[in-house]
């Protein structure tokens, strides 16, 4: 295959080639467990669970990290609000996270360490920055000497000059550059604390996923990603101090999904527009945010709003409607043979290729939008099938569309949709849609009843009144051979 992928580091697509053929060793930064995860998180969960997906439908051997952050000072700030030990916060929210993932169907990664597990690790490779001259202790504290690192500043391209401006050490540091950054913070009161050559104290940020890749992954990682917001600093750190303690590249490939905004604006808890995945669950099903969040190229900013998911919604209901109807022609009891029409046969002709052109699209860097566009051609393609065989039912559609049913399913498969039962998905749809109309199941079956009297009894105008008041709330009925069918405009 010729995948090309765009590395941050090198700010171009690169021709991607593992460091060991046909293995992946792949690193992506995890929640610092303190709250509720929010769109933000659920752009970078699902971008990197597609494309872990797509890794392994391609034939690489993916061994895929993704870490949690449960100390830290946010961590530590929040627990003292609320009363409760780090600990216990970092657990509550991590479970919350799986709970939010596992909603969103994205795969748990291979290993998903903590940071407060790899403590021995991360002294560790604090004293080969030591020993190596690029950390220094000070007090208790154990900090990076940035202007040691020749090459800092390569991934996020800024210059120490640029840095410098409004840098300072706040009070309580003890550091001797503003630039250089914490490995270790000695212990202060109350705050949870490990033994270590300098002192009781905990680690920094930034040094715990350097310790944690290199355990699982070796020195070398042929993938680190994250949100853009990581390039800089926490990224450009761990580039810093991986690299000076082995002094080999610490990762070939850089990639970053982009922002989230909200209406335009940057999302943040002080403007008010900070949304959880717990909340927009709420609200929509989780295939429909999957949809959303991949219909964009991942390193291209996102702009969420309600009109935006619904667009999704309606997107992912489509999919759904056609491959039920699809099905149902499958369970039909036609056996005419009437010949395929020259419509027919190309539609048919053309899912053949309809894989290919999906995996080509994600070859160009996870180009999820265009895939998408693809596998939305094949379900036009799957509807204008259904509808030739309703105007000429003939047995020879049900092998085709049978075909295609099975290839668009296993190409959903890749994005993580369309894993449902479609009659499950059309029934929960139609009773979402009569609540919202304000209207029982047993009230519709009477107005169909009444309808079906009034039609034998040729009122026509009483039966139209009837179907129109239902249309106008979302419910459309059909006349059929089986009786009177109804559904909700989906």
């Not at 295609?404 to 059309?426: C, M, N, V």
């Amino acid at each position: 295959m010729a995948l090309k992928v765009f590395n941050t580091l090198t700010r171009k697509k690169e021709n991607f080639e593992p460091i060991e053929p046909g293995k992946i060793r792949m690193y992506v930064c995890g929640i610092t467990a303190y709250d509720r995860c929010h769109i933000g998180h659920a752009r970078s969960a699902v971008v990197f669970d597609v494309i872990v997906r797509f890794l392994r439908r391609a034939g690489f051997d993916v061994t895929f990290v993704r870490n949690f952050t449960d100390i830290d000072d946010k961590i530590i700030k929040r627990a003292n609000e609320e009363g409760i030990s780090c600990k216990e916060l970092s657990e509550r929210e991590i479970a919350n996270y799986y709970e939010d993932m596992d909603a969103l169907g994205v795969l748990r990664a291979d290993i998903e360490p903590k940071a407060t597990e790899h403590i021995p690790e991360i002294i560790s490779l604090i004293e080969r920055l030591i020993e190596k001259g690029y950390a220094y202790e000070a007090k208790g504290d154990v900090y990076f000497s940035v202007r040691k690192f020749k090459d800092y500043g390569k991934l996020s391209r800024r210059r120490l000059e640029e840095l410098m401006v409004g840098a300072r050490i706040l009070p309580g540091e003890n550091k001797r550059d503003p630039l250089d950054f914490a490995l270790w913070k000695a212990a202060k009161p109350g705050e949870p604390k490990w033994k270590s050559p300098w002192g009781e104290g905990r680690p920094g940020w930034h040094i715990e996923c350097s310790a944690m890749s290199m355990k699982y992954l070796g020195e070398t990682l042929d993938i680190h990603g994250g949100g853009l917001d990581l390039a800089f600093p926490h990224h450009e750190n761990e580039i810093a101090q991986s690299e000076a303690a082995t002094g080999k590249p610490f990762v070939k490939y850089w990639i970053h999904n982009g922002f989230v905004t909200i209406s335009g604006e940057k999302m943040s808890k002080s403007l008010g527009n900070f949304i959880t995945i717990k909340d927009i669950l709420s609200e929509c099903h989780p295939e429909a945010l999957r949809l959303f969040l991949l219909s964009k190229h991942y390193r291209s900013p996102l702009d969420y709003s309600r009109e935006a998911l619904k667009e999704s919604t309606a997107a992912l209901d489509r999919c759904y409607k056609a491959v039920h109807e699809a099905k149902e022609i499958l369970d039909s009891n036609i056996k005419k043979k009437r010949p395929l029409n020259d419509e027919a046969k190309d539609i048919i002709e053309g899912f053949k290729d309809i894989g290919k052109r999906v995996m080509s699209s994600m070859e160009d860097d996870f180009n999820t939008a265009q895939a998408l566009g693809h596998l939305f051609d094949g379900i036009r393609s799957l509807n204008r099938l259904n509808e030739l065989f309703k105007k000429g039912p003939s047995v020879l559609y049900k092998e085709p569309i049978k075909e295609a049913i099975e290839r668009l399913l296993d190409i959903a498969g890749l994005f993580g949709i369309l894993k449902e039962d479609p009659s499950q998905y059309i029934r929960e749809k139609n009773m979402k849609a009569l609540s919202m109309a304000g209207i029982t199941l047993s009230e519709l079956e009477r107005m169909i009843e009444e309808r079906n009297k009034a039609r034998k009894e040729k009122d026509w105008e009483r039966a139209d009144a009837i179907r129109d008041e239902l249309m106008k709330k979302g419910i459309i009925l059909q006349d059929t051979p089986k009786g009177t069918q109804w559904s909700a405009n989906i």
